[in-house]
């Protein structure tokens, strides 16, 4: 069955830098498109990004472009999420989410559990 | 920048429909997807390419959509249903983007 487990979170200070780690397993990894999503705490769904199914395409949110990486290891079946000059308002649960590639755009057919990123000081 | 608008809440009693809206310019041209939330958990897929439905969801939940809007619909509500609902779509104007809407809270009475 398909997995995905992120880890990597925490409690960072504003400023720092965290990379967080999502493991998936049950399906051909390098199928398919990964994208990350998150969720502050009593808010709505944020998309973040999504790197294409061989890492050669990556698609960021406006706001979060030049602090934000994510990549992938097709080798490891592991996609990443580099997170820099952290805000306060990075404070959420971050979220891997597999895609499905359809005409011009993807849906999320499955997601992990999410990890927490606590962005103070 | 592109927005998909949802009603904050949604109040049904059970056994009732309930239909929650998702409105953005660009779903003449794009698909839209729907998920379910739960306190606690991760998000699920509902609805998938406005209408389709992934085998293990239950067959009370369908999906449409027409021009500008698009339409989770919920029948013979239960008690479990009640969850944070969102829609998500490829953003219109920028290549590579997806959005979601605010999310629907469903309450049943």
């Known amino acids: 069955q398909v997995q995905l487990v992120e880890s990597g979170g925490g409690v960072v200070q504003p400023g720092g830098s965290l990379r967080l780690s999502c493991a998936a397993s049950?399906?051909?990894?390098?199928?398919?498109?990964m994208h990350w999503v998150r969720q502050a705490p009593g808010k709505g769904l944020e998309w973040v990004a999504v790197i294409s199914y061989d890492g050669g395409v990556q698609y960021y949110e406006d706001s979060l472009k030049g602090r934000f990486t994510i990549a992938r290891d097709n080798s490891k079946n592991t996609v990443f999420l580099q997170m820099d000059s952290l805000r306060p308002d990075d404070t959420a649960i971050y979220y891997c989410?597999?895609?499905?590639?359809?005409?011009?755009?993807?849906?999320?057919?499955?997601w992990g559990q999410g990890t927490l990123v606590t962005v103070s000081s | 920048s592109y927005d998909l608008t949802q009603p904050p809440s949604v109040s049904v009693s059970p056994g009732q429909t309930a239909r929650i809206t998702c409105s953005g310019n660009g779903l003449p041209r794009q698909y839209a997807y729907w998920y379910q939330q739960k306190p606690g958990q991760a998000p699920v897929l509902l609805i998938y390419?406005?209408?389709e439905r992934p085998s293990e969801i239950p067959g009370r939940f369908s999906g449409s959509s027409s021009g500008t809007t698009a339409t989770l619909t919920i029948s013979g509500v239960r008690p479990e249903d009640e969850a944070d609902y969102y829609c998500q779509s490829a953003d219109n104007n920028v290549v590579g983007r997806e959005v979601f809407g605010g999310g629907t809270k469903l309450t049943v009475l």
């Open positions: 390419k406005d209408t």
């Open positions: 989410a597999r895609g499905q590639y359809v005409s011009s755009g993807y849906y999320l057919d499955f």
């Open positions: 049950g399906f051909t990894f390098s199928h398919h498109g």
